[in-house]
């Protein structure tokens, strides 16, 4: 094992020097900040980081362990979902922006905006816009550094994986910039040389043999989803959301073959809470919408659903609760990918993340009822799966 240590990390230290010296450094001061470290510690290369790797290799190099097991375990439990059939394996999931007191921020000095944050402008979903506390990459310094940070992020992410989820593909043409300290209907759009962006999604794509799905959901600039679709990115197609003129859900063979289709997503309602109107009654609690708001929306929910039926009632899909019936809607799309989540398969009626409530949990630490180990006991697991196997032997889902 000491050799098997030694050998990734003469071939990994280049790449993690700069995150390694980071956690030895949040460990040493007591705090992951590193806008509140001494003088002296601004970026990776400064005298005293210097001398501080020199004192601290033991520390260095135990962080370097740390990373090594994730490594293995990552790339241990990609193999066994190969053996177990997975055809594709892991798809790793790549955010929008990274902690702005973080390693990434760090560890290249003037890549980033420290005073701007990314987020999105007002639409219906978010109607007082949003930002996400996270600072845009400076497209001039990207491009001055040959993007070769953004190559480097997408190696690293796709490492071990057989896909890479684009959290936010819009990025790669566009990001909604907010100042810090102002309201999100104050931001504006920044561009960014998305030909060149594509051309370095596109070569880490092809060295790692992983394929890419765009998350596509948002304010879209015309024309966006084609130019990805020529370049071989998945797009991400929502039930929610895929329509038809009258608000029913549409037929799932009019879907494009080049996406990935999911009932929902961590950032919308599960299936059952969907039903319920679980994150209208959760914004109503917090006082983010009055009661009379939340009764008008009550109503169109359960309008919504009526629309939502009708959609599947002529795709054919009947029979059984609306979580199976969306899973067989799922099922009979001609996209490539169809995407189950935990949650839905769980029966969970809170999602894993309500937008626009940061520091209000169980955001993003919401546990499963059952260990990973118990989901295949859970009757929706067997029902689901039943669903995908007879879609894969070609009969009706």
């Not at 999100?184 to 561009?191: I, N, R």
């Not at 998945?234 to 494009?256: I, M, N, T």
């Not at 009550?298 to 899909?317: M, Y």
């Not at 029979?319 to 189950?340: K, N, P, Q, Y």
């Amino acid at each position: 094992a000491a050799r098997d240590f030694d050998a990734w990390l003469a071939d990994a230290k280049p790449r993690l020097r700069a995150h390694l010296l980071f956690e030895a450094l949040a460990e040493h001061h007591g705090v992951a900040d590193r806008r509140v470290w001494p003088a002296g510690f601004e970026h990776p290369d400064t005298d005293a980081t210097r001398a501080f790797e020199r004192a601290h290799a033991d520390r260095v190099a135990f962080h370097a362990f740390v990373q090594w097991l994730a490594d293995r375990q990552w790339r241990a439990a990609g193999a066994a979902a190969r053996t177990a059939g997975a055809t594709i394996g892991p798809i790793a999931d790549l955010a929008v922006g990274a902690d702005p007191a973080g390693a990434d921020a760090w560890s290249r000095p003037g890549l980033v905006d420290d005073g701007h944050e990314i987020g999105a402008p007002p639409d219906p979903l978010g109607p007082d816009g949003q930002a996400w506390g996270l600072p845009p990459w400076r497209p001039e310094a990207l491009a001055e550094a040959g993007f070769e940070p953004f190559a480097e992020l997408l190696r690293a992410a796709m490492a071990g994986a057989g896909g890479l989820r684009i959290d936010h593909v819009m990025a790669l043409e566009r990001l909604f910039w907010v100042p810090r300290g102002r309201k999100p209907a104050d931001g504006a759009y920044v561009g960014y040389p998305l030909e060149a962006m594509l051309d370095v999604v596109a070569t880490e794509s092809v060295r790692q043999r992983a394929l890419v799905i765009g998350e596509d959901l948002g304010t879209v600039r015309p024309g966006l989803r084609e130019r990805l679709a020529r370049a071989g990115v998945l797009s991400y197609k929502v039930a929610w959301f895929e329509r038809d003129a009258q608000g029913r859900l549409v037929d799932p063979r009019s879907l494009p073959p080049l996406a990935a289709v999911c009932a929902s997503t961590h950032d919308l309602p599960t299936i059952d809470g969907w039903a319920e109107g679980r994150e209208i009654t959760e914004r109503e609690a917090l006082g983010l919408i009055d009661p009379e708001a939340a009764a008008r929306q009550r109503d169109e929910r359960r309008e919504d659903l009526g629309r939502i039926e009708a959609g599947l009632a002529a795709a054919g899909i009947d029979g059984g609760d609306l979580c199976e019936r969306l899973h067989r809607w799922l099922a009979a799309s001609t996209a490539r990918l169809a995407i189950v989540q935990l949650e839905d398969v769980a029966g969970l009626v809170r999602q894993p993340n309500l937008p626009g409530t940061p520091d209000v949990p169980p955001n993003w630490r919401q546990k499963l009822p059952v260990p990973v180990e118990g989901l295949a006991a859970l009757p929706r697991w067997t029902a689901l799966a039943t669903i995908f196997a007879a879609r894969r032997a070609g009969g009706a889902p």
